[in-house]
């Protein structure tokens, strides 16, 4: 509440007067701007207007050209609701006419939660879906230099690496210097020759390892990927790579590309490790360079590239022991209350119990998914019985926003399909640590997963016991196959 000569009205307009507060005049931009950027999870019952709302990944939709014409008078009242089946759902082939494919599977993938008939506005800045002070200011910035390309581009840049880094970096193998390394580079953190020359502050601008070019000053782009000592790295490297092709991309944008494709490959851990050391030697050997005059020898820096792998393979195997899995994402320290919860679930503790486990026939639902970035999804699950024997399996596709949502999914496909094959106690294994923990009740709920939370949480009223446990990727290969073969199918 506001007291005092604020120039408010009751109804939060401000009183006509002849200088109006700054802070009358803040409130009212930002509430301006919350409903300007606020978007819509819509309900099966919604009347939201389908072209004046946001609701397809914040934004309104645009229908196709065919529709720009006569035929959009007609349609220019749709509702939400017309878009979806009497009998629930989306009506597809009616949003296939309306929409190209990419707005389609957006709307495909939006989940509509049965229980839910009014439209709830949603904040898609942050996981909850809940306004943040934080996420808004973050925004505003980014308005703010719009007019400065170089500053806008990296303020974008750094909301969408620090989800990258916090859902990527920090669950890969291997010292947690490496991933704060990796961090900065994608946050343009590092003291190099550009950030000296924005301060004004007397340095060598030039590249400590290259010195090819005084007239080129030392970034974080010509030390990891443009600079010809980099660049025979590389190639030498037992990755192989080909700087030159990367042309003229950011190193930290080429660094997650790489990233995702390494973690599309069926043993992608140990070439993943090597590119991280790749990076950490080449950083070790620029600050050599630059503070203790050291210079490029290529047998010493790759006898040294080979052992820094060498060293972290050993101390990953010892750290897998330690935890009693073959776990690939054993990454935080378990210091913290949250850091033991995730522990406790590598280490194979059910989480989400209903029911009691009795002594009679249980299987175990192995539960894997996959996703395309136009939001394609597909999934598959393995049966087993107790003695480890298969006594069924499934997959399917679909449409999905994230990851994430894909993974829940999954669990929501197999769990419908055991319960139609009348199995009444069964423990649903996958190897998402992020998806497990949400039912533990470790890190703020994400929005895009809360309405299918809700309906398995209806799911699991169908059987006598019901639990959720961890299984690590290297053990849960036939139910990624499964799902590797739905996402080809035709």
């Given amino acids: 509440m506001i007291f005092g000569d604020s120039g408010w009205n009751g109804d939060l307009t401000p009183r006509p007067s002849r200088v109006t507060s700054w802070g009358v005049k803040s409130v009212l931009h930002g509430l301006q701007f919350i409903l300007d950027n606020l978007s819509w999870q819509p309900g099966v019952s919604s009347n939201l207007n389908v072209w004046t709302n946001k609701w397809v990944n914040g934004k309104c939709p645009n229908p196709k050209d065919d529709f720009l014409g006569q035929d959009f008078l007609f349609l220019k009242d749709l509702t939400i609701r017309d878009l979806q089946l009497n009998t629930g759902g989306w009506n597809q082939h009616f949003i296939r006419l309306l929409f190209d494919d990419e707005t389609t599977n957006r709307i495909l993938a939006t989940h509509l939660r049965p229980n839910q008939v009014v439209d709830d506005p949603i904040w898609s800045f942050t996981e909850t879906g809940e306004y943040s002070v934080k996420s808004g200011y973050g925004i505003l910035c980014s308005e703010f230099f719009a007019s400065k390309a170089s ?93 030159e092709q990367a042309g003229r991309i950011s190193a930290g944008d080429w660094i997650i590309n790489w990233i995702h494709y390494l973690r599309t490959l069926d043993d992608w851990e140990v070439p993943t490790i090597q590119f991280l050391a790749t990076i950490v030697s080449i950083c070790n050997l620029r600050n050599a360079a630059r503070f203790r005059g050291g210079k490029f020898f290529p047998e010493v820096f790759f006898r040294f590239l080979n052992h820094l792998v060498g060293v972290t393979m050993e101390a990953r195997t010892q750290n897998s022991k330690s935890l009693g899995q073959g776990s690939s994402e054993a990454y935080d320290d378990g210091n913290t209350e949250q850091g033991l919860g995730m522990n406790s679930l590598r280490n194979g503790n059910p989480v989400y119990v209903t029911g009691t486990a009795g002594s009679c026939h249980k299987i175990r639902l192995m539960v894997d998914a996959s996703w395309r970035k136009l939001c394609e999804a597909s999934w598959g699950w393995i049966a087993l019985d107790m003695g480890g024997h298969v006594v069924g399996e499934g997959n399917g596709r679909g449409f999905a926003e994230s990851p994430l949502q894909a993974e829940a999914l999954g669990v929501t496909m197999a769990i419908t399909w055991a319960r139609d094959c009348d199995f009444l106690h069964v423990e649903v294994s996958s190897d998402c640590l992020q998806l497990l923990g949400q039912w533990a009740g470790y890190g703020a709920g994400h929005y895009l997963i809360a309405g299918i939370l809700d309906d398995i949480a209806i799911l699991s009223t169908n059987f006598h016991y019901l639990c959720f446990s961890y299984v690590c990727r290297e053990h849960n290969g036939p139910a990624h196959r499964l799902a590797r073969r739905a996402m080809t199918m035709a």
């Fill in 151 to 243: 500053a806008l581009n990296r303020s974008r840049m750094n909301i969408k690496r620090k989800e990258f880094c916090r859902t990527r970096i920090c669950h890969l193998s291997g010292p947690q210097s490496w991933k704060i390394l990796v961090w900065k580079i994608l946050l343009n953190s590092l003291p190099v020759g550009v950030e000296f020359e924005k301060r004004h502050l007397p340095w060598d601008l030039s590249c400590c390892l290259c010195h090819s070019s005084f007239t080129i000053v030392e970034s974080i782009d010509l030390i990891f990927k443009d600079c010809e000592v980099a660049a025979r790295i590389w190639a030498g490297s037992s990755l192989g790579v080909n700087t």
